[in-house]
């Protein structure tokens, strides 16, 4: 197959496959959908693999399928960001949806589930390749409402308002976001990104995308909705925070302003200054907390202020910490969803002693949470690493150091949870391990935080292709450094 | 039914060209406008049929209920073929009248008074189109919409008696749009109906006798004068915003889509006020995107009323459970209402949306997209309360609704789904050619 028709399928496979799942639904074989949807999803992760090749030699696929008049085309790019995003998306969502089989229980709303969950994926891998804005946008909003339904998946009346308010605040990000978009319609009479390459775009447009991008990607102040969508399944909120949802933000602003249109220069330093306080105001709201996925809600929060930090200083560095944060955060969250299930409560605070009982877990989520924190020899810490010395060569010295500061911050609340939950005394009864294919998801996703800096060169490499092919922006650039 | 709608398809090859034919005295024609419309008030109109195959069974009266419906269909077909005014008028009238007598087919109460309300406010709206055809005959002495452009362009324009005629057509033809402020027999009216009629009135009467009249004679005999087009503009954003805002806080399941048809037919007519190509695609696209999903939404309503008996939201709670297809076909209704990609409803106001910002129409732009979150908020709430959750204990017993109503639903949310998917061939088939009828050329 050539890039083209591989690219095609790893959006239809997923995307259209997935109705598949709920016909299965309607003729009661409700037990097999979790293995056709980790079929599907399984599929379109294996074809990303073919193309890591040519992207890591530097190929650029560009073609367009026409669709109405010359607005809206299905355009689609298969470079190395588009590659590198899609490997890593598939990979974690493969992984949580190999886990959902030991977690989600046979019932009414499996099929909606698992349907869900791979239209999800789906929508994930068309905005990865898609380089047409309204297309683009589509996706994006299936997304939402693919999230909207997962997130109210145990249908307590509490967890569906807090499905309706992620939902309403992506939702209208999206739309203030898509104004944006008409605005540059028109200005420059086109939505293909390869159109508006290099073209400086307005502070009113500019704002609204942001706004956009900001609450797809929970950055302080819009982040609100993420820490309360801990009510969804465990899966879904791995999904959520590792694999899809707040990476479309950051996918978003890489495509749109690294590849594509312009800031002009005296928005740098702002952009710099928002996402570090985003970092550094949810990592001590995560000091404060004490429900777990909430904890790691609000460190997620705290990590995508850091990887805007990345996008604009050292691109390699954001893209690394893509890969790193998913990996390690989407184990993080899988081991939250087998503590729920042996102790029934998100409560830190009820709990203790869990290692004794749960030593995989144990491991896997000490091993994640080192990641996260950023210390040698995890993935983490090599993104980190690019990120925070691409501020220094930045001279943005100030901002480097608080930086650091939140990362302190960050060891400290990983530690003192792992503490909380694996350490000390015994304040629960009766605990057990997770069914067997869960324990076996997360300690691969622990090993594969390791791995990942064993075998740096190889996504360094692909990050560092992707680097080169970015038009423009980078606040390095801007400085003539 | 069927026929009509097998006719109205053959037809669509036709959209470019105008055909013209005689009977009765009275020329009809076809070209993409009517046909668009024709499409509309068809398409709705066989779902609705079909959905009361089981639906009207607990009023009686089958045969009058459906010879009312095809006489309701006949007139509404009628309004979108003629060639002249006063044919519009009697057509309109035609419709009306079996409007009037289904909204009171409950016989109860409420019905009669709605139906009272409707007639009497819809009595002022005819009398002032009557008296702007009286006008207009009296100064060209022609009714026809060729001859009266003719006759407009060749400097008849200038005449205040023409202008005089346009804010009486404004007035009545938005009364029979229910565009605020002339909305208050609308809330009534389409709740105290049965649902496939309500989904009739929403879907289709309000666009065929208020926005295709006005289409008709501001772009086709008016050729849109600016201040016919920034009236519209005006009167769309308020509809739009006052519908909206009053929805948010209704606890009827049918007033609560009532109230966001105003709102919605605001957005049809700020397209038509922005009157440039965009906003006049975007808003013949949302009178097709508006027909279906909202008859879809009310005939969702009508089914959980059948099996419940009421229509209050508060009383309601997690019927998806036990009601799965409506509960899934409304989710798609919802969607599409509050724009949200793949779904056909996300095109049009994108659309509407781009033609307000080509005519540098910021703050109309900003008011759209605003409205469109709020939209999406008490259709949330509305999908909250009645259908995704936990099931309501008082609903343990329920049973889907029966099968030909499950058909009609279905079909509509499939449509609503595939209009997006393939806007582009709806919009190069349908929609270009109805919007080159009225900016011509292009």
Known sequence: ?481 | MLATLVSCLALLPAARVTTVWQAMGTHFAVDGLSLLFLVVVNVVGLCCAVYSIDYIGHYGGRAKFYSLLLLLVMGLNGVVLVRDIFSLYLFLEVASVAAYVLVAYNLEFDGIEASLKYLLLSVVATGMVLIGIALILMTTGTLDFAELKVALAGGAGANPVFMLAAGLFVAGFGLKAAVVPFHAWLPDAHPSAPAPISAMLSGVVIKVAGIYAIVRLFYGVYTAPAQVLRVLLLLGLISMIVGAVIAYFQTDFKRLLAYSSISQIGYILIGLGIGNWFGVVGALFHVLNHAIFKSLLFLNSGAVQYRTGTRDIREMGGLENRMRVTGVTSTFGTLSIAGVPPFGGFFSKLFIILGAVVAKQWTVAFLAVFFSIFTLGYFLYLQRRVFFGKLNEKWSELKEAPAAMSIAVVALAATTLLVGVFFDSVLRGLIEPAARVLLGGN
Request: aromatic content about 12%.
């Open chain 1, 1 to 481: 197959m050539d890039l083209q028709t591989t690219a095609l399928a790893i959006i239809a496979i997923p995307l259209l496959g997935s109705l598949l799942i709920p016909i299965l639904g309607w003729l009661r074989r409700g037990k097999l959908t979790g293995y056709v949807a980790v079929a599907l999803i399984g599929t379109a992760h294996v074809l990303t693999w073919t193309l890591l090749g040519p992207a890591m030699a530097g190929t650029v696929v560009s073609f367009k399928i026409p669709f109405y008049g010359n607005m809206v085309n299905l355009s689609l790019t298969i470079d190395a960001l588009a590659a590198f995003m899609a490997f890593t998306s598939s990979l974690i969502a493969t992984l949580i949806a190999v886990y959902s089989l030991g977690y989600i229980e046979h019932g009414d709303h499996e099929p909606e589930y698992y349907f869900i969950v791979t239209l999800f994926l789906g929508a994930m891998m068309g905005l990865v390749f898609s380089t047409n804005i309204i297309f683009l946008y589509t996706f994006w909003e299936i997304s939402a409402l693919a999230c909207w339904r997962l997130i109210g998946y145990f249908r307590e009346p509490d967890y569906i308002w807090k499905a309706d308010k992620a939902f309403l605040v992506t939702f209208g990000g999206a739309v203030l976001m898509l104004l944006g978009f008409a605005l540059i319609y028109g200005q420059y009479g086109s939505f293909e990104i390869a159109e508006l390459k290099g073209k400086p775009i307005g502070a009113i447009a500019l704002v609204l995308i942001l706004a956009g991008i900001f609450s797809k990607s929970a950055t302080v102040p819009l982040h609100t909705w993420l820490p309360d969508a801990g009510v969804a399944p465990s899966t879904i909120t791995s999904l959520l925070h590792a694999a899809i949802l707040v990476k479309i933000g950051l996918y978003g602003f890489a495509r749109l302003f690294c590849n594509g249109l312009v800031i002009p220069h005296a928005w740098h330093k702002w952009l710099l200054v928002f996402a570090l306080a985003s970092a550094f105001i949810s990592a001590c709201a995560a000091l404060q907390e004490t429900n777990i996925k909430r904890l790691l809600a609000y460190s997620t929060v705290s990590q995508i202020g850091y990887t805007f930090l990345g996008t604009a200083t050292g691109y390699v560095g954001a893209l690394l910490y893509i890969m790193a944060h998913g990996i390690a955060k989407g184990g993080l969250f899988l081991c939250a969803g087998i503590i729920e299930h042996g102790t029934h409560t998100k409560d830190m605070t009820k709990m203790g002693a869990l290692f004794k009982k749960m030593p995989i877990t144990g491991t896997a989520y000490l091993i994640c949470a080192l990641s996260i924190a950023g210390i040698p020899p995890m993935a983490g810490f090599f993104a980190k690493w690019f990120v925070i010395s691409g501020m220094m060569y930045g001279w943005y010295r100030i901002i480097g150091t608080l930086a650091i500061l939140t990362a302190v911050l960050t060891l400290i609340y990983m530690l003192r949870s792992f503490h909380t939950i694996f350490l000390g005394q015994s304040r629960g009864e009766a605990h057990h391990e997770g069914a067997p294919v869960m324990v076996t998801v997360v300690a691969i996703l622990a090993v594969l935080a390791i791995l990942v800096s064993v075998f740096l060169p190889m996504p360094y490499a692909l990050a560092k292709v992707a680097a080169a092919q970015r038009t423009i922006f980078s606040t390095l650039a801007a400085l003539g450094r």
